[in-house]
């Protein structure tokens, strides 16, 4: 038996301004995965550095921030079985131009080249990072 996990997502900026966010949501749920949560905020740089941990050093840390920050985001709690793994594949790998017809980036990342990478969505790579993840985003939730 598959074990019950959740997941974070995030339609960006990007995603936001261009449409997407039914269309990710369809996807989800044609998918039979639940959203369990989900809200529209504007992030904080503090909320971002937390989220971001890993890269927070690199020297493309900064246009993340200011990418992450320029409109609202679309934050949900997704659940499922292996729906870490399940929602990653269906996101794409991080450069939109490299991501296949299908997936998420593939299908709505719009311009790419200099600066950061606009890529639609993000999805937690782990049940470790979702857990962590969805901590900053829902901090009421269990
Ligand atoms: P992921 O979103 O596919 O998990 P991460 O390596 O965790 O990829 O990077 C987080 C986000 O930071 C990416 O989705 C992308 O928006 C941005 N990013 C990652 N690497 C680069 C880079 O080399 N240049 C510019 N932006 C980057």
Do not use: C
Not at 2 to 13: A, G
Not at 53 to 60: A, C, D
Not at 99 to 107: C, E, H, L, N, S
């Amino acid at each position: 038996m598959m074990t019950e996990e959740r997941t974070l997502m995030l339609v960006k900026p990007d995603g936001v301004a261009s449409g997407h966010v039914g269309d990710v949501i369809t996807r989800i749920e044609n998918r039979r995965f639940k959203i369990t949560a989900i809200r529209t905020l504007t992030a904080s740089p503090e909320e971002l550095r937390v989220h971001y941990q890993q890269l927070v050093g690199k020297s493309f840390y900064s246009g993340i921030e200011d990418f992450m920050t320029s409109g609202p985001i679309v934050a949900m709690i997704i659940s499922g079985s292996d729906v870490v793994e399940s929602i990653r594949k269906m996101t794409g790998p991080t450069d939109p131009a490299e991501a296949p017809a299908g997936t998420i980036r593939g299908d709505f990342a719009r311009g790419w080249g200099d600066g950061p990478i606009q890529n639609v969505v993000h999805s937690s790579d782990s049940i470790e990072s979702a857990e962590r993840e969805i901590k900053i985003w829902f901090p009421d939730e269990k």
